[in-house]
């Protein structure tokens, strides 16, 4: 059986507040980043992830063995989520899921930009053949 965790992460990284979203499901890894501007309150992120978590979009998967997983003693738990909430920053596995993210936007606007202008040099070819065209329509 799969086991879903998700986690937020919010920080400062000037001059906003950031948040990364990171979900593992099985073996697959994703992370999401969110720009919050100024310092977002509790009930905010809340809305966020309650309304829209649909709309996030997460970054493709990245294949990570799944941990094996055993009881842990609640005193140790407790602890090393504390741990958790003493770091800052986000760990290197979702850094690597951004910048893949981010290349894959880079790759699709450099597409995307290229198809445009094409599109607009053979808008412009056009016209031009249109206008010699019509200049010579008497002769």
């Not at 086991?3 to 990284?13: A, D, I, N, P």
């Not at 709309?55 to 602890?79: D, L």
């Not at 504390?82 to 880079?106: D, P, S, V, Y």
């Amino acid at each position: 059986m799969n086991k879903t965790v998700s986690q937020l992460t919010v920080y400062f990284e000037d001059p906003f507040w950031v948040g990364v979203c990171e979900r593992s499901c099985g073996e697959n890894y994703e992370v999401c980043r969110i720009v919050f501007g100024a310092e977002p309150k509790d009930f905010q992120v809340y809305d966020l992830l309650v309304k829209h978590w649909s709309r996030m979009r997460f970054s493709s998967g990245i294949a990570v063995e799944e941990a094996q997983e055993r009881k842990i003693n609640p005193k140790h738990m407790q602890r090393a989520a504390n741990r958790q909430m003493q770091q800052c920053g986000i760990g290197t596995k979702a850094q690597q899921a951004l910048k893949q993210q981010q290349e894959q936007g880079r790759q699709a606007r450099k597409i995307r930009t290229r198809e445009q202008q094409e599109a607009e040099k053979e808008r412009q070819f056009a016209l031009h053949e249109q206008k010699r065209r019509e200049k010579h329509r008497g002769h």
